[in-house]
């Protein structure tokens, strides 16, 4: 099956700073997914980005499918963007997504 | 809008009991799906639904059972319980492919302890 690894897996920051996130997948995919767990557990959809380039506010977020890559930039970070970022994929039907083992992000004031 | 709502938020189980976890969503969408996720790891697909009526394994189906007979409801059952199976429970549903956005939702979790 798709091996999905991001990196870094823990990533610390003062807040203001910007960070970025990797996600390499081992195949070609149909779908590709950004979430943000919060400390409470709680999973948001940050970008549906099977190729090229979108943004959201402070978030933006680049796929390279031809390289199998996709990249999560965060700019001048705030303590509520704490928590684990997951990458997702699927390939072929019905969005059965495989997820990344995550990015544990802390941001300190 | 509740989007998608889990039941029981909390449960502890002792090894060999049964318990049905309960999804709702109310975005009409066609397809739902069971996730758990252990300390450390991402989510793992436990089943999946693609409408009323039908269901399908993911990557971790043994343990567990699965129910959709209403669109909006996705039920996932544990016969007996093994302490191997605690963990929190993410049910979550989208839309098919061909949409631009699948629209994919998930619930707040479950948490189980078997003991």
């Known amino acids: 099956g798709i091996q999905v690894e991001q990196s870094p897996p823990d990533l610390i920051l003062q807040e203001g700073a910007n960070s970025t996130l990797r996600c390499n997948f081992s195949d070609s995919v149909n779908n590709l997914q950004w979430f943000h767990q919060n400390p409470w557990g709680q999973l948001i959809n940050l970008f549906y980005?099977?190729?090229g380039t979108k943004q959201n506010g402070r978030l933006s977020a680049t796929t390279v499918a031809t390289e199998r890559y996709s990249l999560l930039y965060i700019s001048s970070s705030q303590t509520t963007d704490s928590g684990v970022y997951f990458c997702a994929v699927s390939k072929g039907g019905y969005n059965k997504l495989i997820f990344g083992a995550g990015t544990r992000l802390a941001v300190h004031p | 809008n509740a989007g998608v709502t889990q039941t029981p938020k909390f449960r502890v189980l002792k090894t060999g009991q049964s318990m049905t976890l309960l999804c709702a969503q109310d975005m009409n969408h066609e397809y739902m799906y069971w996730y758990r996720q252990d300390p450390g790891m991402g989510l793992r697909l436990i089943h999946y639904?693609?409408?009323?009526?039908?269901?399908a394994k993911g990557e971790v189906p043994d343990g567990y059972n699965v129910s959709r007979l209403k669109k909006q409801n996705f039920l996932l059952g544990l016969e007996s319980a093994a302490p191997s199976q605690t963990s929190v429970y993410f049910c979550?549903?989208?839309?098919?492919?061909?949409?631009?956005?699948?629209?994919?939702?998930f619930g707040s979790g479950t948490r189980l302890t078997v003991v």
């Open positions: 980005i099977p190729s």
């Open positions: 979550a549903s989208s839309y098919p492919q061909g949409r631009n956005n699948y629209g994919y939702t």
């Open positions: 639904s693609v409408g009323e009526g039908t269901t």
